[in-house]
């Protein structure tokens, strides 16, 4: 009676669509659609009792509902002063054809050898960005892959430069491909997985048992019950579900969801990337023990959302900077001791970090990373103490060096002579004398005096300089919630939705199953939990066709 | 003293018992399948699991860290991890064939890790500022469980393609005789197979079914243990995202190591996807995993060899 009612809903709106003067195509169009209605109609009659045809014609009616947007659209174009009503359903044609072109749009977003080619072309590219050096001046580009002599034949540094190979992780191609990567993900997880995880809701019972010997696992059990098999699946953590001499069970149906929530992770990810990309402040600072520095001096805008904050004018106080050492005097651990001071000079925080030990404040976190040695202190001839500045000193390999210079002798004559020292870290000095011969090894705060070419020379102390990496992130959360969501998904994601139905079949019960990824194991789980249903030894007579649930 | 004794035990212990098992399987595979000599087997890769453990666990104990700090600890802990895959169907009873391409991959990777080839790396080394964090265990662990499950099932996979294509190759190889000779195993196996299947009354068909069970056998197992594997990997990338943006101040900075890992991701993210395509063969998905298989040694060692980037604390010292 239902749908009945819905014909009659529909059918006082045709003949409105009627009342507009129209040529004779329009008018084919609608009797067209007049006839389709009948055809429902008529149908509807015939089968007014059955509860399924309903259904079938309801979707029918759904269909016929469809069809007016290309007519309307038509109308709307030859009737143009048509007043308010052919204006109106202008615009739904409007919005029909905007809708058929997403629709479109989304059908090949979704279409998975794209997908699947997007992110090969993603990891080629991410390849590519690990073979060309990045972020080198274009001279070095020049050089390594002239023109004269390409590479392949025909990779010149032209390609790394206009395709902006030299910056991969940033250039356009690589981030229009992410882009286009995240919108194949939404239109793949919009069109293809919400349906599936609709259908796999459904408990579907199978009503003949030939329905399920097609099922990749079947299996009969001569002489036994039903109730047994649906009690030991429950028993094995199977949802059971039993209707008359049917059954139906099923196991991991989050296995089907979670590939969802794989890809919403994902797509966190990336939005938690955009953020950090374009709204976080970055910066790095060498401050020698006893400076300060303001927070805000140091961290420059990465990006157009950056907005600087009310903790960017908290001043940095490096109250001391020093190093732990192995007993082989390799270097284990940095600690920087900071406070923080706001505009009035109050301590507000205080903290030693060290590598893997950031100090978080309102937003902004500082981070150790590197070292310097500033300056050495030192006595010449028991006067003093002198600062001298340590410079670094550029040699082949990752180990530092750093030296500076103690003129000796007549600060006026051209050839300048002195005292050469060197260190490698905050440990121990090396000094040479005025011929560049190596004189002596000397510790800070040994107080062990020195003679070199009668110049007393005593180490007072060395100071170092902290290397601090400053950002604030305002992506870091998203990333986070980002990151848990995708390996919660991922491992749900290796649970293996199975479903199996079931028929008494007379005194012997069918048994079909299917499962979409433990394929190998599925065969063997089943035949176990077969194994332990019962065999009824009873005369056939008393089989439990009508225990019923 | 007494620890570097003990390791020097064990590294031999295990060393010995991998030859002989490497020698029974070989044994067991082109002559007959004996149920004692390949029991024998089992318990001796059990007994070099437990010299192997006891190893990681000496090294634990001395060096004051979890053992993964170069490249020699992180290879005894992927060949520990393969004997972990080794060991899993063993006890839960699961006659596969994972087990027939576990056992020789982890006696290729012990066997190398105690080859002559790094024994300068073999002492255990101090750990740069940047490693002493607890998510140490954490992301290398996870990495290295990742690897090893991947490296399984992608030569699962590359036993499938082999399976599939004998057929071409013996053909090739008549054509060719120079390679005559190069598929001369393969040959003796497939004549033992005929030998077996003569007792049965149809020849042809029940081969073929043979050969197609295995196939699908294979692909069933090299999908569930690459799944294994993507989710070792996620947990270990993301975890090693998170610790980067403790330790360097950004949770990802596209150094080649991690960039690398990524690729990997993508690649088996590629693979998962191809199953899911109803109309793809198995073969088109195992060729994925195979390629599968190169990307991850180049990660694995590729970026070390050269040195490159944060992650260059494991790298070969070649002068």
Known sequence: ?549 | MIFFTLEHILTHISFSIVSIVITIYLISLSVDEIIGLYDSSEKGMIATFFCITGLLVTRWIYSGHFPLSNLYESLIFLSWSFYIIHMVPYVKKHKNYLRAITAPTTIFTQGFVTSGLLTEMHQSEILVPALQSHWLMMHVSMMVLGYAALLCGSLLSVALLVITFRKVLRIFSKNNNFLNDSFSFGEIQYMNERNNVLLSPSFFSSRNYYKAQLIQQLDHWGYRIISLGFIFLTIGILSGAVWANEAWGSYWNWDPKETWAFITWTLFAIYLHTRTIKNLESVNSAIVASIGFLIIWICYFGVNLLGIGLHSYGSFNLH
Not at chain 1, 248 to 261: N, S, V
Not at chain 1, 420 to 437: C, E, N, T, W
């Open chain 1, 1 to 549: 009676m239902e749908s009945l009612h819905s014909i009659n809903r529909l059918n006082p709106s045709l003949p409105r669509t009627l009342f507009i003067p129209c040529n004779a195509q329009i008018h084919s169009l609608c009797n067209r659609n007049r006839a389709l209605h009948f055809r429902v109609s008529c149908k509807l009659k015939s089968s007014l009792d059955a509860r399924k045809n309903a259904k079938l014609v309801s979707q029918k009616i759904l269909l016929s509902e469809k069809v007016p947007p290309p007519l309307a659209e038509e109308k709307g174009d030859l009737a143009g002063d048509g007043g308010e009503e052919a204006g109106k359903s202008g615009r739904g044609g409007g919005v029909g054809l905007v809708k058929r072109f997403s629709r479109r749009v989304l059908a090949v977003l979704s279409n998975l050898p794209l997908a699947i080619g997007e992110m090969a072309t993603v990891a080629a590219l991410m390849a590519l960005g690990t073979v060309i050096d990045q972020g080198e001046a274009p001279g070095f580009y020049f050089q390594k892959y002239p023109e004269e002599n390409p590479v392949l034949g025909f990779f010149t540094w032209r390609w790394v430069l206009t395709l902006g190979f030299d910056h991969m992780f940033s250039s356009p191609i690589f981030l229009g491909m992410l882009a286009l990567l995240a919108a194949s993900l939404m239109a793949c997880t919009y069109t293809t997985q919400i349906p599936i995880v609709k259908v796999a809701r459904r408990w579907k019972f199978m009503s003949s048992p030939e329905a399920i010997r097609k099922q990749e696992y079947s299996d009969t059990l001569p002489r036994a019950s039903i109730e047994d098999l649906g009690v030991i699946l429950m028993g094995a953590g199977y949802e059971v579900f039993l209707k008359g001499p049917s059954l139906y069970a099923f196991k991991g149906l989050a296995g089907r969801f979670a590939p969802i929530g794989v890809h919403l992770a994902m797509l966190l990810i990336m939005v938690g990337g955009t953020v950090s990309a374009a709204g976080s402040f970055r910066g790095s600072v060498t401050v020698p023990q006893g400076l300060n520095f303001v927070i805000g001096d140091v961290l420059g805008p990465s990006g157009f959302l950056s907005t600087p904050t009310e903790a960017f004018n908290t001043e940095v106080h490096v109250n001391r900077f020093y190093m732990d050492y192995y007993d082989s005097g390799e270097v284990s651990q940095f600690h920087t001791d900071l406070s923080l001071l706001d505009l009035s000079g109050k301590e507000v925080m205080r903290k030693t970090i060290s590598v893997n030990d950031p100090l978080r404040y309102g937003g902004i976190t500082i981070y150790q990373t590197d070292w310097s040695f500033s300056t050495l202190q030192i006595l010449k001839d028991d006067e003093g103490p002198f600062n001298l500045p340590m410079a670094p000193l550029q040699i082949n390999g990752d180990k530092k060096l750093f030296g500076t210079f103690l003129p000796t002798g007549d600060d006026d004559s051209p050839k300048v002579k002195g005292i050469s020292m060197l260190a490698r870290d905050l440990q121990s000095i090396v000094l040479y004398d005025q011929d560049g011969k190596f004189t002596g090894v000397r510790r800070p705060n040994s107080k062990l005096p020195i003679d070199i070419g009668g110049t007393k020379v005593v180490i007072v102390d060395a100071i170092g300089s902290s290397g601090l990496d400053l950002k604030t992130d305002p992506g870091v959360p998203v990333v986070y919630a980002g990151f848990g969501a995708l390996m919660l998904t991922t491992c749900i994601s290796y649970l293996s939705h199975a479903q199996i139905w079931a028929m008494q079949d007379g005194t012997a019960v069918v048994v079909g199953g299917k499962t979409n990824r433990a394929k190998a194991e599925f065969p063997e789980e089943m035949n176990r939990l077969l194994d332990r249903v019962p065999e009824i030894v009873e005369s056939p007579s008393k089989n439990p066709e009508g225990v019923g649930s």
